[in-house]
């Protein structure tokens, strides 16, 4: 019997030296984009250095009690019994007890820590989810697009995300990073992009849905794109101009449709201190809107707000007179996906 544990014994070196081998050197892991990605990666390679010696342990007896005592045919009688050792239970208990608290401490407790962070961040980033694809919003600079996901490099994001109708969930491959994306609630998730890149330079580099959100979920990807501080300035800037939607006034009987929770127009116009009217048609079935007015972007000095409901369905208000300016018009229920500039003139 000793013979085999020496074999064993051998064995179980020999393994154990190939898959730390394997594990410290083989490319186990997509391309990483962010800090958050590292400190995720490193957590996962150490829980695998760990597991390697007791996976190569288990294998190396298996192969050793196949070789030396299988059988051929039915067993002709019951094995000796085995009886325990309380020194080797004792062992085993405390060895397994200090190797659990010390995961928990690191990279458990640790990483987690160094993924979540301080509670700041150098910009923040709004998300919104709908049935099936993603408004990008950067509030700081006015901008919001559905097309791609740009960060500057180096900067530390705060991703406030949220859904306008079912759960789906973020998740950008590349940062190792997920969180869900509920109705009515805004989740909050922080990465720090390390590197520049595009998804035609990685695959992982998108935004998915990772959470089955009806037919078209499995679509319901965007690109992201990490550059430098200028080239992000510098996109902003021509999101903004080409964003900034330009009209004339055309009469007092305005219209607007709600339809794949986005306005039918990114521009209304009416003249001035004249009494106006606004049809608000809602051709989205089952899922609210409304169509608000106000003299600045936040929505804190509102001079009309339409009633909330379902599609299909239109309601006309009368609205005014206004002096002249430039006013805002907004669905209060998706305020970041679906509001316009309305001038007054």
Not at 166 to 191: C, E, M, Q
């Amino acid at each position: 019997m000793k013979r085999e544990w020496l074999i064993a014994g051998a064995l179980w070196l020999l393994l154990t030296a190939l898959g730390e081998l394997l594990v410290w050197n083989a490319p186990i892991f997509p391309g990483g984009f962010a800090r958050e990605a590292d400190v995720s990666d490193s957590a996962f390679r150490l829980l695998m250095r760990l597991a390697v010696p007791v996976f190569a342990f288990v294998l190396a007896v298996l192969l050793v009690s196949v070789a030396r005592f299988r059988t051929r045919g039915a067993p002709g009688e019951d094995g000796p019994p085995v009886r325990g050792n309380r020194a080797v239970h004792g062992l085993w208990l405390a060895v397994t007890t200090a190797l659990t608290i010390v995961l928990i401490v690191n990279p458990g407790l640790v990483g987690l820590s160094e993924i979540r962070g301080e509670p700041r961040a150098d910009m923040v980033v709004r998300v919104e989810a709908a049935q099936w694809f993603w408004t990008i919003t950067y509030p700081d600079a006015g901008v919001s697009t559905t097309e791609e996901l740009v960060l500057p490099v180096g900067r530390r994001v705060r991703f406030e995300v949220t859904s306008v109708d079912v759960i789906h969930a973020f998740w950008v491959p590349a940062f190792r990073l997920k969180i869900d994306a509920v109705p009515g609630r805004t989740s909050v998730i922080y990465a720090t992009p390390d590197r520049t890149g595009s998804s035609d330079e990685d695959f992982n580099l998108r935004l998915q849905c990772a959470e089955l959100c009806g037919i078209g979920h499995a679509a319901m990807a965007i690109p992201v794109r990490i550059v430098d501080q200028a080239e992000f300035e510098a996109w902003l800037r021509d999101q903004a101009r080409a964003g900034a939607p330009t009209c004339a006034p055309s009469g007092t009987e305005l219209r607007v449709t709600a339809l794949n929770i986005a306005f039918d127009a990114r521009c209304l116009a009416a003249p001035a201190r004249q009494p106006l009217t606004i049809a608000f048609e809602n051709l989205d079935v089952g899922i609210q809107h409304n169509v608000s007015v106000a003299r600045d972007e936040e929505f804190e000095d509102t001079v009309f707000a339409g009633d909330i409901f379902e599609g299909s369905e239109t309601r006309t208000y009368r609205v005014g007179p206004l002096a002249a300016g430039n006013y805002f018009f907004r669905c209060d229920v998706h305020p970041t996906s679906m509001v316009g500039v309305f001038v007054v003139a």
